[in-house]
């Protein structure tokens, strides 16, 4: 992975507060406009919690195929601290089991 000054997985800043991700999706067309508008990587948050957006394919792309990136929930700040515990309503999108999507490098069988 290149690096450069412009590069957005280099150091994901954002100068605005999150933008608040409407469980109910009420309005997906301008939550979507909202979140495009806002940059290739964009800090939202999810029921109280603060996550990232990747809202462009290319850079979904390359995170998801970055080493860098940690599935594994053991390595979460907010699940180690107890800022986000099993209560958490989307909980189950994150620790959804051992698999490819949660388990980094090689997955065994």
């Known amino acids: 992975m290149r690096s450069s000054a412009s590069d957005p997985f280099d150091e994901p800043t954002s100068s605005t507060d999150?933008?608040?991700?409407?469980p109910l999706v009420r309005d997906l067309d301008a939550e979507t406009r909202r979140l495009r508008a806002a940059g290739p990587l964009v800090r939202v948050?999810?029921?109280?919690?603060?996550?990232w957006s990747v809202v462009r394919h290319a850079?979904?792309?390359?995170?998801?195929?970055?080493?860098?990136?940690?599935?594994?929930?053991?390595?979460?700040?907010l699940w180690r601290t107890g800022a986000v515990t099993r209560a958490w309503p989307l909980i189950g999108m994150i620790d959804a089991g051992h698999s490819m999507?949660?388990?980094d490098g090689d997955c065994p069988e």
Do not use: C, H, M, N
């Open 45 to 51: 948050e999810l029921l109280g919690v603060p996550a």
């Open 59 to 77: 850079e979904a792309k390359r995170l998801l195929t970055d080493s860098r990136l940690v599935k594994d929930i053991g390595r979460w700040r």
């Open 18 to 22: 999150p933008i608040v991700i409407d």
């Open 101 to 103: 999507f949660t388990v």
